[in-house]
């Protein structure tokens, strides 16, 4: 899917973009603000006219006819896109992790097939349900939860968020689960959520800190943060085992991105924790031996890549990640991933 920036072309994941290649050895690969804008509801009372400001009341973040009518718009802009390979069709529909993943495949799309998708489907949602929380203050966001006629019969959760009123709702993350992973949310007597703010102290992990403690744990699989899983021991286990072969070396770097269109979203589960979205900037630099050289690359990883490989390689990928972040009473503080989709945006070769 794709667009980190609406109506602009994708910039990095967070901050300038830094270069592809690691600036020196492995031991230095370690690595807006939104605009407030207030809604003003005037409203005659019998002791005069009385100002509700939109930035402190605490409101659903859509109607349901509003959050279906986003879907639909969402779905058109994505089919649009991905049919032509042009990633401008849904650059304001997509945003964040999901933006900047859709952008790269459909550039690498584009490459590959600049006449369009020869193998073209549209996305199609059935049997859709939204999880709309009530706050104060932008950025307002919710989830919808489908079926689809793609992604191996998985549930669809994406994450629409928007910072204004004069923007379109976009599609920031994107979960697949299956129907019996997804959790209970607490609501309210009128089925609205609990958003869970960014600095909560109430789970065992505050929605901030995930991106940058993931960061850290993937360097060696140290500390008690996460639950062992695929994409946490097991991941940690698969990179040592690949980091050195006959004649290839793989140096991994792994970044926080918790800013901006890439901050992370929770809401509050009925078992007191929480669903939170977040995403992470992960390198891979392969360097072949004098004498070896890199392994064939897919025409995908080829379309994405500057410069001659030679001697090396490093790619580039966003990742989002949706875990569940136990209440900070649970008896078992361990964070737990419930998926994680990865996509390459860009590569270097040397």
């Known amino acids: 899917?794709?667009?980190?920036?609406?109506?602009?072309?994708?910039?990095?994941?967070?901050?300038?973009?830094?270069?592809?290649?690691?600036?020196?050895?492995?031991?230095?690969?370690?690595?807006?603000?939104?605009?407030?804008?207030?809604?003003?509801?005037?409203?005659?009372?019998?002791?005069?006219?009385?100002?509700?400001?939109?930035?402190?009341?605490?409101?659903?973040?859509?109607?349901?006819?509003?959050?279906?009518?986003?879907?639909?718009?969402?779905?058109?802009?994505?089919?649009?896109?991905?049919?032509?390979?042009?990633?401008?069709?849904?650059?304001?529909?997509?945003?964040?992790?999901?933006?900047?993943?859709?952008?790269?495949?459909?550039?690498?799309?584009?490459?590959?097939?600049?006449?369009?998708?020869?193998?073209?489907?549209?996305?199609?949602?059935?049997?859709?349900?939204?999880?709309?929380?009530?706050?104060?203050?932008?950025?307002?966001?919710?989830?919808?939860?489908?079926?689809?006629?793609?992604?191996?019969?998985?549930?669809?959760?994406?994450?629409?968020?928007?910072?204004?009123?004069?923007?379109?709702?976009?599609?920031?993350?994107?979960?697949?689960?299956?129907?019996?992973?997804?959790?209970?949310?607490k609501t309210d007597k009128d089925g609205f959520a609990e958003p869970v703010p960014a600095n909560s102290t109430e789970l065992a992990v505050a929605p901030e800190d995930l991106s940058k403690d993931y960061a850290t744990f993937l360097m060696d699989g140290s500390g008690d943060v996460f639950a062992p899983g695929v994409h946490t021991s097991a991941w940690v286990a698969q990179r040592k085992k690949s980091a050195i072969k006959p004649g290839l070396v793989t140096q991994y770097i792994d970044e926080p991105l918790g800013k901006g269109d890439f901050a992370p979203l929770g809401l509050r589960t009925a078992d007191g924790g929480a669903l939170v979205f977040f995403a992470t900037h992960h390198y891979e630099k392969q360097t072949a031996a004098q004498g070896t050289s890199i392994p064939a690359q897919s025409n995908s990883v080829l379309a994405l890549t500057t410069g001659e490989i030679k001697q090396s390689l490093t790619l580039e990928f966003v990742s989002n990640q949706a875990v569940l972040d136990p209440g900070r009473g649970a008896a078992d503080k361990g964070v737990e991933f419930l998926s994680r989709i990865q996509g390459l945006t860009a590569a270097q070769g040397e």
């Not at 002791?47 to 718009?73: F, I």
């Open 1 to 185: 899917m794709s667009r980190v920036s609406r109506g602009r072309s994708p910039r990095s994941p967070q901050t300038p973009r830094r270069p592809l290649t690691p600036r020196t050895s492995l031991g230095l690969l370690r690595r807006s603000a939104l605009a407030a804008a207030s809604v003003t509801v005037l409203s005659l009372a019998a002791s005069g006219c009385v100002v509700v400001h939109g930035e402190r009341e605490v409101l659903p973040a859509a109607t349901p006819t509003e959050a279906a009518e986003a879907l639909k718009d969402f779905t058109a802009a994505y089919n649009k896109a991905d049919k032509a390979y042009d990633r401008g069709l849904d650059a304001d529909y997509v945003t964040g992790a999901l933006g900047a993943i859709d952008a790269a495949r459909l550039d690498a799309g584009h490459e590959i097939s600049p006449s369009g998708n020869p193998s073209y489907v549209p996305l199609e949602f059935t049997d859709t349900r939204f999880t709309i929380p009530k706050k104060a203050g932008w950025p307002r966001w919710f989830v919808a939860n489908a079926d689809a006629n793609k992604g191996q019969d998985a549930r669809w959760l994406l994450v629409f968020t928007r910072s204004n009123v004069a923007e379109p709702w976009a599609v920031a993350y994107l979960t697949l689960l299956d129907a019996d992973d997804v959790p209970a949310f």
